[in-house]
C-alpha cells in the first residue's frame, strides 16, 4: 500500500467539496440556521457522496460510470428539479420556521436529504471521473483504491468541518433580518442552479 494515495484522495476530495455551488449555499444556510452540527450533519452527507463516486472512480468500475454518466440527462432533470423545490422552501419560510422544521427533520434528515441530492447531480461523478483519469490517479490495486476512497471522504469531510465551523461562528452576529436576506439570495441563487440543471438535462 502506498500512503501517498490516501494524501491524494485527501486533496481531491477537499478541492471538490470547496467548490461553491448549490450544496454548498444549503450547508451554509442550515448552519446559520439551525447551528453547526446540522450543518455537519449536511456536510458529511455530501462527503459520503463525494466517497461514493470516488470509490467507483478509483476501483476503475467503467461500466457503472458509463452508466452514471449516460443516465446524467436523467439525474440533471431530478436534481433540478429538487433544487427548484428548496430554492422556493428557502425564499418562503420564515428563518424560525425553518430552524424548527430542520429540527423536526434531525441529524438523519439532514444527512440523507443532502446525500441524496449530491447523488443525482451528475456533476460530481463527471467531476471524479474527469480529475482521477486526467491525474492519472486510479488505484493500482484494490487496497490502493480503498485508500485513495478513503483520503476522498476524509477530505471532503476536513472541507464541511471547516466551512460549518467559520458559519457557525458567525451566527451569533446574524441578526433575523440578515438572515431572511440569506434565505432570499440562496433561494434564488439555488433556484437558479437548478434551472441551468434542468437545461442540461432537456437538452442532453
Do not use: C, K
Not at 500512503?3 to 446559520?32: E, K, N, Q
Not at 446525500?115 to 471524479?128: E, G, K, Q, V, Y
Not at 440578515?178 to 441551468?196: C, D, K, P, T, Y
Amino acid at each position: 500500500m502506498d500512503p501517498a494515495w490516501l494524501a491524494r484522495g485527501f486533496i481531491l476530495g477537499f478541492t471538490i467539496a470547496a467548490a461553491v455551488g448549490p450544496i454548498s449555499l444549503l450547508v451554509i444556510r442550515r448552519t446559520l440556521a439551525e447551528g453547526r452540527i446540522v450543518g455537519l450533519a449536511s456536510g458529511l452527507g455530501v462527503a459520503t457522496a463525494d466517497a461514493t463516486y470516488g470509490g467507483i472512480a478509483a476501483f476503475g468500475l467503467t461500466a457503472i460510470t458509463d452508466l452514471l454518466i449516460g443516465g446524467g440527462r436523467l439525474l440533471g432533470i431530478v436534481g433540478g428539479v429538487f433544487l427548484l423545490w428548496l430554492a422556493w422552501q428557502t425564499t418562503h419560510t420564515a428563518p424560525g420556521t425553518a430552524a424548527v422544521a430542520e429540527r423536526r427533520s434531525g441529524l438523519r434528515g439532514a444527512y440523507l436529504s443532502i446525500l441524496a441530492l449530491t447523488l443525482t447531480n451528475p456533476l460530481t461523478i463527471l467531476s471524479f471521473a474527469a480529475l482521477f483519469a486526467g491525474l492519472g490517479v486510479s488505484g493500482r490495486t484494490p487496497l490502493d483504491a480503498a485508500v485513495l476512497t478513503l483520503g476522498v471522504l476524509a477530505g471532503s469531510a476536513s472541507w464541511w468541518v471547516v466551512l460549518t465551523t467559520a458559519v457557525a461562528a458567525l451566527r451569533t452576529q446574524i441578526t433575523p433580518g440578515w438572515l431572511r436576506a440569506i434565505n432570499l439570495v440562496s433561494g434564488v441563487l439555488i433556484g437558479i442552479f437548478g434551472l441551468v440543471a434542468i437545461g442540461l438535462g432537456v437538452r442532453g
